[in-house]
């Protein structure tokens, strides 16, 4: 049987981009400083107030990303304040 395809359908709203979500918006190198920083001053916890605007998971994941691309020796330089 022949599909009607004459009236269009809409995208449901858990398929449309947002670009304002917080799953969208990519790490700046201020983002990163904020997750350096919080992780020096906390340690690996308190994801939810590392990085306004981003998620626990997002701050946790973006740590254990930053953690595995620097191998042992690696100097790492201070930020500036």
């Known amino acids: ?31 990163k400083s904020l ?4 992780v020096v001053a906390n340690g690996e916890r308190d994801w939810d107030k590392a990085v306004p605007g981003k998620t626990t998971q997002q701050s946790r994941e973006q740590w254990k990303r ?6 042992p020796g690696t100097v790492i330089q201070a930020l500036p304040s």
């Open 66 to 71: 930053a953690d595995e691309s620097v191998s």
């Open 35 to 38: 997750l350096f920083e919080h």
């Open 1 to 31: 049987m022949p599909v009607d395809r004459s009236t269009p359908t809409k995208k449901s709203k858990s398929t449309q981009s947002d670009p304002t979500s917080p799953s969208k918006s990519g790490w700046s190198v201020g983002d």
